[in-house]
């Protein structure tokens, strides 16, 4: 390979392709869509969290521009269902009906030429609430029957499971360490929010639904059902996406509404969501409660684990992913990196009166991390031992990989220990630890904090068929097209919102072809133009669509090299091919060359050639489906001046291992970005509900989002053991910059505030909560809580 | 959201402002950098049948001196105090509050005046400019009139406006060169509005100073001698210190959390320590 070629190849740190547009502003986003006779909706969204609905009144002038759910003849609720035993369905009306169950739960459609005219026909509109008591405490949710979010269930519990293996073992362990630990609920918060552009193409009979989402197949599958129009009418298009995160993997009641109405209207309709309706009306995550006690040997090896945990699942569950993903991850993934022989976790989906959870880039990880990681250092502390003393006693170490752990996780390759080692040294925790020690000159206290994850990424058919949810990931498919002139278009059924693929899969080709990327077009988001896909989620971009990319372009070698070998007068098994050209014994020729021949002098082309030419759509699974192991060990120096809760992150370090990575300043950007959003959660993301049920937080005023000034820069550092199982030794790593901080940034704050006798346990970690720990400690002498040990 | 249909006017001098504010037909507000106002309208928090843009008109964005006076202009931005295209009451000192007020864009456009009019508790100028001593200007069709800021800050976002009346100008003491201002606020972020605020303006050769707690949920808390912190006389010793009275009078205020107030009267000892040190004073300096 020549070193031009290999600076684009996998590995190389090529810069991305789509920042020449997304830098000067010329995305093209759903809000940028202008369609002739296009028009606006507004929705009248409930007030209440929980009430039945005794009437709807629209005045008659308007009448005809307000729809409500008895208009929408033959529209089918939206239904989630998991086939995990147990599971109770819940049926998500598009519009309300009879009942509402959160606030901003659609009741009316309006419809006007511009959005402030819809929204002056939807402040006409009157409804008329029966209120019901609000059921707004995930804990109350599971153990109280007295209000129902659905009554026909009898409790108000979506699913609850439980794993045990031998905890009884562990019971005689001399230390026991018990926490109740919890995260907040958040909003994931894009830059762009939702919208939905909807018109009925009459040329293809088609209903056209332009949507940012990250998964638009599946959001074609989910209107087919919801609207009982055959799939092949449907076309669904993801355009430019202003961040994704989880939030736009799901069926919105929106997309349902505005197709349902494109129709009715014969007109385009559009709906673009502003960030009140984001932050109070549409989904959330996050939020999960923890009851967790470790049992460990005095030297802290783990003995075993044991965890009972709620996640407030909201009101509905949300398609596809189902109001079940998150506390079924939470069962299987807590145990983390580490290795021990007993564990029990019993968990809880429950539906309260708030809108549903969506898996947030990291999903459950972030929360188990939370627990686990600070349950560890609690049990450090009543071991005695240093944190990453009880960490590198229990994780998984390289020469058990490949590794099944307590729960049948499958651990691909990896050293753990190593991660952490590296990242002692970087942070310099001995120079730290002295500076803790001697103390600040402006009294504030210095806090050193670890944590470690493992991300399961990539995750395919094993794993997904068991949950039987309307999504089981199978062959992720790409289509490679070289066009006459020899460029080539990539079609991928996934879509890229933000993850650098227009840049990253061109790498992946070009390793293969030897085209340079800037002849390589990435065609992606439009459900007419792609191979099926179940979209952007679950880190499995690179592993799973950059896995179909190269099988598409190795089949294009094979047709290639047939007819250049015929070209060249050799015989196939003379030739070879070699960056962008097939080379035989007494010459060679440039793939644009055999590009030209198929497409414009088919005359020449051997008897006999491939009908299928130039253009192949392959498929691609794993060796293994599942999953890929990527890991990072993070640590953090910061400062918290006690009397007002402030606290300001020094020193942030990370060692990473996402396998062989295909272009490495990508992956520092996705660590960025999860690290910033890690932050968010630990210090200041929090959507509060008081006891009605209703939102406190309704602005970016009130929700707290990290901005520049907030995210230190960190120093990372990369490990690249292969995967075993994937094209190239890929592992799947956009999530895990965000998993690992509220542990790490916890962890360092209750190092800082141990000696006040201070312990913080829900994120976020804010002001307020440390000076009330902190007033409440000084008040409370001597220290309350006791670990047997 | 969007705003409800209104409608907009832009006079292009004070008098035909006023004219306009003295005959309203319905509901008129007033829009000078609409940095709270255009939110407010955005979430149909406000609904006038008339706004009335005040941004072009030139008698309110001048400064001057009035002798030992300066006279800010109310639709002076922050970020023309911030720039230092008008004049400082002292060095670095409305530059250094301005530069901390939300973020740039925000101080692009919004005002001192507007900021005031807003009466937000946890906006910057209520608390730095009450620890100045500030009077406020005030105009309308009648006449004009000046009020301590403190009489014109009546509640939360409650002020003495009349109709008919804008805010024509601030007007600030020249900090005596002997004077130390400290200023200090407490956010979880940069941009964020303050969850408290502490300001302080000591002379430690005339042992006086004022001090002022803000982001309470009413107008600032103002010691005028602030030597009641000090249990009579400020000094060069901040170690001296009094909180429980502060502490008392964020309980009459209504304060009802302990960390609350405790996060209150940290930050203003801070606002006094920090005028106390930057005090030039022959006292401390022989000491």
Same mark, same amino acid.
């Given at each position: ?24 502003? =010329?995305? !093209? ?5 202008? *369609?002739?006779?296009? !028009? ?77 005219? %819809? ?59 018990? =926490? #109740? ?279 395919? #058919? ?41 840049? #990253? ?188 049920? !209703? ?8 929700? *707290? ?74 008040? %409370? ?9 | ?75 002076? #931005? ?44 946890? %906006? ?69 509005? %303050? ?8 002379? *430690? ?83």
């Amino acid at each position: 390979m020549s070193e031009e070629g290999k600076a684009q190849g996998v590995g190389a740190r090529l810069p991305r392709k789509e920042d020449d547009r997304f830098l000067r502003g =010329r995305g !093209q986003y759903v809000a940028d869509i202008r *369609l002739p006779g296009m !028009q606006d909706v507004a929705f009248v969204r409930s007030p209440l969290a929980h009430a039945r609905i005794k009437a709807v009144s629209i005045p008659d002038h308007v009448r005809d521009r307000v729809f409500v759910a008895a208009d929408l003849d033959g529209v089918k609720p939206i239904r989630a269902v998991s086939g995990l035993p147990g599971f109770k369905p819940s049926e998500q009306p598009p519009l309300a009906r009879e009942k509402v169950r959160q606030v901003g739960e659609l009741v009316a459609m309006c419809v006007a030429p511009t959005r402030a005219e %819809a929204e002056d026909i939807a402040a006409l509109v009157e409804l008329d609430l029966e209120e019901l008591p609000a059921i707004h405490d995930m804990r109350r949710a599971r153990d109280e029957t007295a209000s129902l979010v659905h009554e026909e269930w009898g409790d108000n519990v979506f699913l609850e499971t439980l794993v045990d293996v031998d905890i009884a073992s562990a019971f005689d362990a001399p230390i026991k360490v018990s =926490r #109740t630990i919890s995260t907040a609920r958040q909003c994931m918060a894009p830059i762009e929010g939702r919208g939905v552009v909807a018109h009925l193409d009459r040329r293809l009979d088609q209903l056209c639904v332009t949507t940012s989402c990250q998964m638009p197949h599946i959001v074609r599958s989910g209107l087919s059902e919801c609207l009982g129009l055959m799939e092949e009418r449907i076309r669904v298009v993801s355009p430019d996406v202003g961040g994704g995160f989880g939030y736009k993997g799901i069926l919105l009641a929106e997309e349902v509404c505005l197709g349902w109405l494109a129709l009715r209207l014969d007109a385009p309709v559009r709906w673009i969501e502003d960030r009140r309706e984001h932050l109070t009306a549409n989904a959330d995550c996050r939020e999960h409660h923890y009851e967790i006690t470790v049992y460990a040997e005095r030297d802290g090896t783990i003995r075993g684990v044991d965890c009972e945990a709620i996640v407030d699942s909201g009101c509905y569950s949300a398609y596809p992913f189902s109001a079940c993903l998150e506390a079924a991850q939470v069962a299987s993934i807590l145990p983390g990196p580490y290795d021990f022989p007993a564990y029990r976790c019993r968990t809880w989906s429950v539906a309260t009166n708030k809108p549903p959870i969506l898996p947030y880039r990291g999903v459950a990880r972030t929360g188990v991390c939370f627990a686990m990681e600070l349950a560890l250092d609690a049990v450090a502390a009543a071991a005695g031992v240093t944190p990453e003393q009880v960490r590198l006693k229990n994780l998984v170490r390289p020469e058990q990989m490949p590794f099944d752990n307590i729960t049948r996780k499958h651990f691909d390759s990896g050293d753990y220990p190593e991660a952490l080692t590296r990242a002692l040294k970087m942070i310099d925790v001995d120079a730290v630890r002295a500076r803790q020690k001697a103390g600040e000159p402006d009294g504030r206290r210095i806090g050193f904090g670890l944590s470690i994850y493992c991300e399961q990424s990539a995750h395919g #058919t094993s794993v997904y068929s068991g949950w039987g949810i309307p999504m089981v990931p199978g062959h992720e498919q790409a289509g490679a097209r070289l066009t006459p002139d020899g460029g080539l278009e990539l079609r991928i059924g996934a879509h890229s919102h933000g993850q650098s693929l227009e840049t #990253t899969l061109p790498q992946v080709a070009h390793e293969i072809l030897g085209i340079p990327t800037d002849r390589i077009r990435l065609v992606h988001g439009d459900t007419a133009m792609t191979p099926y896909s179940t979209g952007a989620w679950g880190s499995r971009m690179m592993v799973m669509t950059g896995g179909a990319v190269a099988s598409a372009c190795e089949e294009l070698v094979e047709r290639a090299v047939a007819i250049g070998a015929h070209l060249l007068q050799a015989d196939s098994s003379d030739v070879r091919f070699e960056m962008g050209r097939v080379v035989g014994p007494s010459g060679d020729i440039q793939l644009s060359e055999i590009a030209r021949v198929w497409y414009r002098r088919p005359q020449d082309l051997p008897t006999g050639a491939h009908g299928g030419g130039l253009e192949v759509t392959a498929g691609y699974k794993p060796q293994r489906d599942s999953g890929t192991f990527s890991y990072a060990a993070h640590a953090v120096t910061l400062a918290v001046d006690a009397e007002i809760g402030a606290v300001e992150i020094l020193d942030y370090v990370i060692v990473e291992d996402g396998g062989v990575l295909v272009n490495p300043m990508v992956v520092d950007g996705q660590i960025l970005g999860g690290l910033a959003q890690g932050i968010g959660t630990a210090l200041l993301e929090e959507m509060p509900y008081d006891q009605a049920g !209703q939102p406190l937080a309704s602005t970016l005023g009130d929700y *707290l989002l990290p901005g520049a000034a907030e995210i230190p820069a960190p120093r990372i550092d990369h490990m690249e053991t292969p995967s075993p199982y994937t094209r190239f030794g890929v592992k799947g790593i956009g999530e895990g910059g965000a998993i690992a901080p509220p542990a790490a940034i916890a962890n360092a704050i209750n190092d800082a505030l141990r000696p006040l006798g201070v312990e913080m346990l829900a994120s976020p970690v804010t002001p307020d909560r440390i000076v009330e720990a902190v007033l409440t400690a000084r008040a %409370a002498s001597p220290r309350e809580r006791r670990d047997a040990a | 959201m969007k705003a409800a249909r209104f409608d907009l006017v832009r006079p292009r001098d004070l008098a035909e402002a006023l004219d306009l504010l003295s005959a309203p037909s319905g509901v008129v507000k007033v829009m000078a950098g609409g940095q709270s106002l255009g939110p407010m309208l955005n979430l149909r928090l406000v609904e006038p049948d008339l706004v009335v843009d005040i941004s072009a008109i030139p008698e309110l964005r001048r400064f001057e001196r009035a002798g030992d006076t300066l006279v800010i202009g109310a639709g002076c #931005t922050h970020a023309d105090i911030e720039d230092g295209r008008v004049a400082d009451a002292g060095p670095d000192l409305l530059a250094r509050v301005a530069s901390g007020i939300a973020y740039r864009a925000v101080r692009n456009r919004g005002t001192v005046g507007g900021s005031l009019a807003h009466a937000d508790p946890a %906006a910057d100028w209520p608390t730095a400019l009450l620890a100045l001593g500030a009077e406020i200007e005030l105009a309308s069709r009648e006449g004009r009139r000046r009020l301590p800021l403190g009489a014109f800050l009546t509640g939360a976002l409650s002020t003495a406006l009349h109709a008919g009346e804008l805010i024509l100008a601030i007007r600030i003491p020249q900090v005596s060169p002997s004077a130390g201002f400290g200023y200090v606020k407490h956010a979880r972020k940069i941009g964020e509005f %303050a969850h408290a605020l502490g300001a302080a303006l000591v002379d *430690l050769d005339a042992q006086a100073g004022r001090a002022v707690m803000g982001a309470v949920d009413r107008p600032p808390i103002v010691f005028e001698d602030a030597g009641v912190l000090f249990g009579g006389r400020i000094g060069p010793d901040i170690g001296a210190f009094d909180r429980s009275v502060a502490d008392e009078a964020l309980k009459a205020a209504g304060v009802a959390s302990e960390a609350a107030r405790h996060v209150h009267v940290e930050i203003l000892r801070r606002a006094l320590a920090q005028a106390i040190d930057r005090a030039p004073s022959a006292a401390r300096a022989a000491a």
